[in-house]
């Protein structure tokens, strides 16, 4: 074996090494992905589940119509001023140290302190 082949060796193992690393990374990254994928389907079955509850106590109890809900559904959708199916989470203030925290938060991002009371939906 000359010098030549010596280095082509070396350098195809350093690229070996290289590849193995970032697949390694690769498949660690994917682990956290399907964890946090995860934990997104456990959040997503628990909305849906208050939701269905909440709907059907409405028909049931309180006589609220599917156009009723359908209607107050786009009232909500539209208080962004966008038609996007989403709820924009509004700021609100934190009653330890009175700084302005995004509205999903359960405790303030600056002092640690809860936001207020537990409902069905804290932590979806």
């Given at each position: 074996m000359d010098l030549v082949d010596l280095f082509w060796n070396l350098r195809q193992q350093q690229q070996i090494g290289e590849a193995k690393a970032k697949s390694d990374l690769a498949h660690s990254d994917a682990q956290a992905h399907e964890s946090a994928l995860a934990d997104l389907n456990r959040r997503f079955e628990r909305l849906a589940l208050v939701t269905q509850a909440l709907a059907e106590l409405l028909r049931e109890r309180a006589h609220v119509s599917e156009a009723d809900l359908t209607a107050k559904i786009d009232e909500i959708d539209m208080r962004d001023g966008k038609r996007?199916?989403?709820?924009?989470?509004?700021?609100?203030?934190?009653?330890?140290?009175?700084?302005?925290?995004?509205?999903l938060r359960t405790t303030c991002l600056y002092c640690g302190a809860p936001l207020g009371g537990s409902t069905p939906f804290d932590g979806l």
């Open positions: 996007d199916g989403r709820v924009s989470a509004s700021g609100r203030s934190c009653p330890k140290c009175g700084r302005e925290v995004a509205g």
